[in-house]
């Protein structure tokens, strides 16, 4: 088997489990302490992947924000901030999208095959488009990724893409951090999707680190034996 990045999957949540709320606006689940600890964990990264709807929902820039860390990659010979990837099916994403902005990093454009002509004519200018396949399958990305010489990457979401690298057994750690609201509202995004997890009563996930951070609570698990504290 081909060998796959450590993979680390981080998100929000709020108390009753949701990713975000059921309306338009972004809902704000960190604090500026925790957005400080995701910037490191960023940076310490040589990927970052979100799924498609993320990028049209939330307009992410996925940099690392910190001058200092920005400048200590530098130092170690790589770019200010991880490459960034995307995986799509429908190709229906905006070349002016923050995530393609003209900045210094690598994107990447996972596409399911029927699209890929689609997606080259509309974003092959900012990003270099994958044939990732039909369907896209999450363990082959992690393969193709690593075979870019992605050692480390970061799967900042959503849910959909979450539940598939959970499922495929694809994830060694999950930061998870709990906001201390409610969404109440099941038109949400969950955390993850209906699906049969390698974590279950009768197999429990190690919980490595709880911390406390402001009003939020960081809860650090180690999902496989590749797991490694730092
Ligand atoms: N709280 C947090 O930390 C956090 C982090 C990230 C996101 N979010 C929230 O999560 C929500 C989005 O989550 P989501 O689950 O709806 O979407 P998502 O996981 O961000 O993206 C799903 C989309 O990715 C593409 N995709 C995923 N798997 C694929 C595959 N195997 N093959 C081809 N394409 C694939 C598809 O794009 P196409 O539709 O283009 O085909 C699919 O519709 C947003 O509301 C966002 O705010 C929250």
């Known amino acids: ?12 949540i709020s108390l009753d489990g949701y990713l975000d709320g059921a309306s338009e606006e972004r809902l704000l689940l960190s604090n500026d302490a925790d957005l ?12 970052i992947l979100v799924g498609a709807a993320t990028v049209r929902n939330d307009n992410p820039r996925l940099l690392v924000r910190t001058k200092a860390r920005q400048d200590e990659r530098v130092a170690r010979g790589l770019s200010p901030s991880p490459m960034k990837v995307t995986v799509t099916a429908q190709a229906q994403l905006d070349a002016c999208a923050d995530f393609f902005a003209a900045d210094e990093t690598e994107k990447l454009v996972y596409c399911a095959s029927r699209t890929v002509a689609q997606a080259l004519s509309s974003l092959g200018s900012v990003a270099t488009v994958v044939d990732g396949g039909e369907p896209v399958d999450m363990r082959w990305i992690s393969e193709d990724l690593c075979a870019r010489g992605v050692r480390r990457l970061m799967v900042e979401g959503g849910g959909t893409v979450h539940t598939q690298f959970l499922t495929a057994g694809l994830a060694d750690e999950l930061h998870l951090v709990v906001a201390p609201f409610f969404v ?47």
């Open 36 to 47: 400080d600890r995701v910037d490191a964990v960023r940076a310490a990264c040589d990927a």
């Open 1 to 12: 088997m081909a060998d796959r990045p450590y993979t680390l999957l981080s998100c929000g």
């Open 184 to 230: 109440g509202d099941s038109r949400a995004r969950r955390f993850v999707s209906d699906g049969r997890f390698p974590w279950n009563p009768d197999r429990r996930a190690t919980l490595a680190e709880v911390r406390r951070m402001d009003d939020v609570v960081l809860l650090r698990y180690a999902l496989s034996d590749r797991f490694r504290m730092d």
